[in-house]
Structures are given as C-alpha cells and as structure tokens.
C-alpha cells in the first residue's frame, strides 16, 4: 500500500547514485531492470540524479539512462544542464580551506584527492587551487575517518561527510563547501524547475543524502542504506541488489 503522503502527484525524483542506482563500486552500472523501469517512468516523471562524482565520472551512466535536463552533481557543488552543459549552479570551497583540509587529512596519512574543474589531481604541496569542489579522503577505516572530520571541524564554511568506499569494508570522506551539499543543489534545482520542494522525491542511502532527504516532500531509503538515514525515511526500499529503484518506480510512479 501506498503511503499516504504519496496521495499527491510529485513532479520530480532525483536518486543518488553509488548504492542507490548502481552498485557501490567503481564501475557500477545500472541494472537492465533499472533502465527498464526509468524508461517507463520518463513519460510520466521528471528523473534526475544527485551524485557525489563529477560529471565525466557520470557521463556513462547519463547516456545509459538517457536523462535529460538539470543533474546535481560534485555532491552539490554543481548543478549542469545535460544536454547543454550550462551550468546552473555552482558553489566552490575556498581556497584557503582547500589547502588546510588537503594537510590535516596528510598529517593523519590519509589518501588527498581535489576535484577540481574537471579533474582528480593528488594533493602535493605544489598543488595550487583552481575550481575546487571536493576534497576526498580516501581508503580509510571507520576511526580515522571520524579523527579527520575532527581536525577540520574548526572550518565553519566546510562541510564533511562520510561515505562507503569503493574498496569493501573502507571509508571515504567527502569535504565541500556548507552550501554545496546536495540540500543546497535541491533548492536550486526546485527554483530552476519552478515547482515547490514538497513536489519532489527523493532516494539514497548514505550520510551524504542526509542534507537530499532534508528538502524533499517524500524520502526513500534504500536497504542498504546506513540505519540513520532508514530511520528519517518514509519508505524503505529493497537494497541497490535487489533492484530497489525498479521497485520505488514500479510502486510510487508507475
């Protein structure tokens, strides 16, 4: 049975994509049940993504899915138009805040990656910033993590997120600016599209989507989700395994 908050007619749904779409892995894709179920859906919904990865780290999957029209991205950093490439959207870290969360992350001995413009580059000490969106800590366990987000947590205009490793049983930390996470990028994507927050669903399952479940009228999890984000959803879905987005489709579009 339908919840009853979906007695409304929602114009959009946006999901994550590592762990919601596709696996959580570095070359995941979505399943053919997925596709199926999204090509269904197109004719009667507005679908978008809120991803964590840049734009060419998507690009496949975009094609895949033949999404059209505006896509969070850079985990809220950016919102670009697909098919024109026009950026609608965007909100960088400062310069300053680049450099000192890039060295505390080093002085724990952790992996420092900057998405900047459209590239990875190592963090070295002859890295000078550009565009910076992200800065990534990579390959960590559980307790480091949770000392790095400590060490910056004296930055107010730095916001920082855990989120699953691509390599199994690891972290990752994903540090932005406080108005580039995906609650942000929600707010502009609702006035680019000129429809109200409460017209929106939203779907994902890592911490990172704690900000997307913030400003969406109905909020799904998946069953892989962290128990945090299951416990301020109005619906669980079955896990990115099991076709959980065919199935939120199947149930609350179709």
Same mark, same amino acid.
């Given at each position: 049975?339908?919840?009853?908050?979906?007695?409304?007619?929602?114009?959009?749904?946006?999901?994550?994509?590592?762990?919601?779409?596709?696996?959580?892995?570095?070359?995941?894709?979505?399943?053919?049940?997925?596709?199926?179920?999204?090509?269904?859906?197109?004719?009667?919904?507005?679908?978008?993504? &809120? *991803?964590?990865?840049?734009?060419?780290?998507?690009?496949? %999957?975009? @094609? !895949?899915? +033949?999404?059209?029209?505006?896509?969070?991205?850079?985990?809220?950093?950016?919102?670009?138009?697909?098919?024109?490439k026009e950026v609608i959207y965007e909100q960088?870290?400062?310069?300053?805040?680049?450099?000192?969360?890039?060295?505390?992350?080093?002085?724990?001995?952790?992996?420092?990656?900057?998405q900047d413009g459209e590239k990875d580059i190592?963090?070295?000490?002859?890295?000078?910033?550009?565009?910076?969106?992200?800065?990534?800590?990579?390959?960590?366990?559980?307790?480091?993590?949770?000392?790095?987000?400590?060490?910056?947590?004296?930055?107010?205009?730095?916001?920082?997120?855990?989120?699953?490793?691509?390599?199994?049983?690891?972290?990752?930390?994903? &540090? *932005?600016?406080?108005?580039?996470?995906?609650?942000?990028? %929600?707010? @502009? !994507?609702? +006035?680019?599209?000129?429809?109200?927050?409460?017209?929106?669903?939203?779907?994902?399952?890592?911490?990172?989507?704690?900000?997307?479940?913030?400003?969406?009228?109905?909020?799904?999890?998946?069953?892989?989700?962290?128990?945090?984000?299951?416990?301020?959803?109005?619906?669980?879905?079955?896990?990115?395994?099991?076709?959980?987005?065919?199935?939120?489709?199947?149930?609350?579009?179709?």
């Amino acid at each position: 049975m339908k919840s009853s908050k979906f007695r409304k007619k929602y114009k959009t749904i946006i999901f994550d994509v590592d762990g919601t779409l596709v696996p959580n892995a570095e070359d995941g894709m979505p399943s053919k049940k997925v596709i199926e179920a999204i090509n269904k859906a197109r004719e009667k919904i507005h679908i978008g993504i &809120a *991803s964590g990865r840049p734009y060419f780290m998507l690009s496949r %999957i975009v @094609e !895949l899915l +033949k999404l059209s029209g505006p896509i969070i991205i850079n985990n809220g950093a950016q919102i670009i138009d697909i098919a024109t490439k026009e950026v609608i959207y965007e909100q960088l870290i400062d310069k300053k805040d680049v450099i000192e969360t890039c060295l505390s992350f080093r002085k724990l001995k952790i992996p420092v990656y900057i998405q900047d413009g459209e590239k990875d580059i190592k963090f070295t000490k002859k890295y000078i910033p550009k565009q910076p969106f992200n800065v990534f800590g990579l390959r960590l366990e559980s307790s480091k993590a949770d000392l790095a987000i400590t060490a910056i947590s004296h930055l107010p205009s730095i916001a920082v997120h855990k989120i699953p490793g691509w390599k199994k049983g690891t972290e990752a930390l994903l &540090a *932005s600016h406080v108005r580039a996470t995906k609650q942000y990028a %929600i707010l @502009e !994507l609702a +006035k680019y599209l000129n429809i109200n927050t409460h017209d929106i669903i939203v779907v994902g399952d890592g911490h990172n989507d704690f900000p997307l479940f913030m400003a969406a009228g109905f909020r799904i999890a998946m069953g892989n989700a962290v128990p945090e984000l299951k416990e301020i959803a109005d619906y669980i879905a079955p896990s990115v395994e099991e076709d959980g987005v065919a199935h939120v489709i199947e149930k609350f579009v179709l």
